[in-house]
């Protein structure tokens, strides 16, 4: 059973940086997909960002060229580096990975960007 623990969500204000991590446990293969995905209130959960073990990347539209997603040197943590942020930014964050073809959620972190 994979855990995964996210960390570095908060307030930020309009123009902002933030940066997400997220740790996976309970396995010692590599998880072949980890990413991040948003839920703002009212709306459905959506992809931000995922990256595989070999770094192919995709993104949301809406975050190219903002949001930067990356695997860290310790096995199975991924990190979204997230700057220029916006007001529409805001949501609870959800780190996800993909192993065996099972999906794992974190349990979110809430980043709200307001003046």
């Known amino acids: 059973q994979v855990q995964l623990v996210e960390s570095g969500g908060g307030l930020v204000q309009p123009g902002g940086s933030l940066r997400l991590s997220c740790a996976a446990s309970g396995t010692i293969l590599t998880i072949n997909v980890m990413g991040w995905y948003r839920q703002a209130p009212g709306k459905q959960r959506e992809l931000v960002a995922r990256?595989?073990?070999?770094?192919?990347?995709n993104y949301a539209d809406s975050d190219k060229g903002r949001f930067t997603i990356s695997r860290g040197n310790a096995k199975n943590t991924v990190y979204l580096q997230m700057d220029s942020l916006k007001p529409e930014d805001t949501a609870v964050y959800y780190c996800?990975?993909?192993?065996?073809?099972?999906?794992?959620w974190g349990q979110g972190t809430l980043v709200t960007v307001s003046s």
């Open positions: 990256i595989t073990s070999g770094g192919t990347t």
């Open positions: 996800h990975a993909e192993h065996f073809g099972i999906p794992y």
